[in-house]
């Protein structure tokens, strides 16, 4: 968990050298503009500035390549490099704290003070002037800007990069402590200089303008605690923005651990909802016929409630009965009141299920089961070659009598299979919102079921046009003559003459 966290946001990467970049620009900038910049700072910046262009270079190049190469190469490596850049921007602070001071010794810059026990010396590169008075006067420079510079770079380390809390406070703490022994090691002239200037500004006109500068010197040193020195202003300042980072990235580290559980928490529901929406749509396709299942995944939901129907002119119903059972049904203690019974039917129906998933029969579509009644059809999506869909269903009658026997061997059970088919078309369609059931309608599923209900246990009986399909296909009957049946009137059907060889052929399918 703790190892996925670190690798968590190392995508904004680039984005967050972007802004530490524009802050290290800016503040070289200031620099400048202070009058500050000296021909080694503006060496040592643009050192560090082609020094974090190299590496934005790099990862630009990086990210660009991992793009186009899969698997992604490990996370761990950016953090790698968020810390080679840190130590860069480290550098740089360096650069702009120590040769900033160095180079004030190799220029000449002007004169600077000392204060030693309320007197005032005047120096010129920290030697006493030998002609008395210091000719230049006293440079006026806004040397603070320099530790406003590295204030700023501090704090656009620690608010820009998302490291952890105590990474940050380690660099914080190595960059503070940097800072503040250059702040009191250091001479400092152009430190003394500002004050003495701010100083100065204080008093009227007439005390600048009538006295001699050592004389104003002295006034100045005469007055001079170091309650009012800038070095202790500067370490206030360090020591404030330390906290203020402390407790900064601490807030930002929970906010990111925060970010990390719930963004975590929301892939895991997306995760979730997308199993979900592949469980419904694998119950849906269980209900309805795939084709129809997909109509009511893909369709509008305002269009979902209207009625789903369709004209099939060319199907193939099959009727089953399994005829023995109603005898065979007794509720009594013995078999847990009926729940036994129960038991063997699910498995038979459960079979006839499982027959179904065999791609020779990948055309028929299970209706329903009415009490013992299997119900089937082919040709319903419309994709009818020849006359394959009622060969299907022919096969599918015989593998159904042949299962049938099979499970009588092992439960030593008589049942008997009924079967009816016809052939013609129907309307098929959805009924019911809440509950909505699949089935098909029309004199072809009426005479069907009546060939069914007025056929012979252990045999399939067929219409004059099944037959006529089917003996073209290869099949053989017998003529049964005529039969009442009921609503139509006297019919000629025909017995199906179960293949010898159906047995291997049920062999092969299994
Ligand atoms: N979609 C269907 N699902 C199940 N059975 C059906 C379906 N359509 C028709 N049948 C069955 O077909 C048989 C014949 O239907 P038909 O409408 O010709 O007669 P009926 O007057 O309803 O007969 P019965 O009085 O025997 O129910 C009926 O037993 C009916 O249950």
Avoid at 243 to 262: G, K
Avoid at 339 to 355: A, Y
Avoid at 493 to 505: D, I, R
Wanted: charged content about 20%; overall charge negative.
């Amino acid at each position: 968990m703790e190892q996925k966290f670190l690798q968590y946001k190392s995508d904004v990467l680039l984005v967050e050298i972007a802004c530490l970049l524009s802050i290290f620009v800016l503040s070289s900038y200031i620099l400048v503009i202070g009058n500050l910049a000296s021909e080694v700072v503006y060496i040592a910046s643009g050192v560090a500035i082609v020094v974090i262009f190299l590496i934005v270079f790099l990862l630009a190049l990086k990210a660009f390549l991992d793009k186009r190469r899969k698997p992604r190469p490990p996370q761990h490596l950016n953090r790698f490099y968020k810390f080679m850049l840190v130590l860069s921007l480290f550098f740089a602070f360096i650069y702009f704290i120590f040769l900033r001071f160095l180079s004030f010794r190799d220029n000449q810059v002007g004169c600077t003070f000392q204060c030693n026990n309320g007197n005032a010396s005047i120096l010129i590169n920290n030697v006493a002037p030998t002609n008395g008075e210091c000719a230049k006067g006293l440079q006026y420079v806004h040397i603070e800007l320099i530790f406003e510079c590295v204030l700023l770079m501090l704090l656009s380390v620690c608010v820009f990069l998302s490291l952890l809390a105590l990474e940050k406070l380690l660099i914080t703490i190595l960059l503070c402590a940097v800072g503040l022994s250059a702040l009191w090691l250091l001479p400092f002239p152009d430190l003394a200089n500002r004050q003495f200037n701010l100083w100065l500004d204080q008093q009227d006109l007439d005390f600048r303008i009538n006295r001699s500068l050592i004389v104003q010197l002295q006034e100045y040193c005469s007055q001079y605690s170091s309650a009012n020195d800038l070095r202790i202003f500067f370490t206030f300042l360090v020591f404030f923005a330390l906290v203020l980072i402390a407790v900064e990235s601490r807030r930002s580290e929970m906010i990111a651990r925060y970010d990390f559980i719930w963004k975590l928490h929301a892939l895991r529901e997306i995760a979730d909802i997308r199993r979900m929406h592949d469980q419904n749509r694998k119950m849906l396709e269980n209900i309805l016929p795939a084709h129809v299942a997909a109509h009511f995944l893909t369709a509008e939901p305002k269009t979902r409630s209207e009625l789903y129907c369709e004209d099939r002119n060319n199907t193939c119903v099959i009727f089953a009965t399994l005829t023995e059972f109603n005898k065979f049904y007794l509720e009594m203690d013995a078999n847990n009141d009926g729940m036994e019974c129960l038991r063997l039917l699910n498995e038979i129906i459960g079979d006839f299920d499982t027959l179904l998933n065999h791609p020779e029969f990948g055309c028929i579509e299970k209706i329903k089961t009415i009490s013992t009644t299997f119900m089937a059809a082919s040709g319903l999506n419309g994709e009818v070659v020849g006359n394959s869909h009622v060969v299907a269903v022919a096969k599918f009658a015989i593998a159904l009598l042949n299962k049938l026997e099979h499970i009588n061997e092992h439960s030593f059970n008589h049942f008997k299979l009924r079967i009816g088919i016809n052939v013609g078309p129907v309307v098929a369609g959805v009924i019911g919102t809440e509950k909505p059931h699949y089935d098909i309608w029309g004199n072809t599923v009426n005479v069907a079921s009546r060939m069914d209900s007025s056929g012979i246990p252990g045999r399939i009986q067929v219409t004059e046009e099944t037959k006529q399909i089917l003996e073209q296909e290869g099949f053989e009957f017998e003529c049964r003559g005529e039969v009442n049946v009921k609503g139509k009137g006297l019919m000629t059907t025909y017995l199906m003459k179960v293949p010898s060889g159906s047995q291997e052929f049920m062999d092969d399918l299994f």
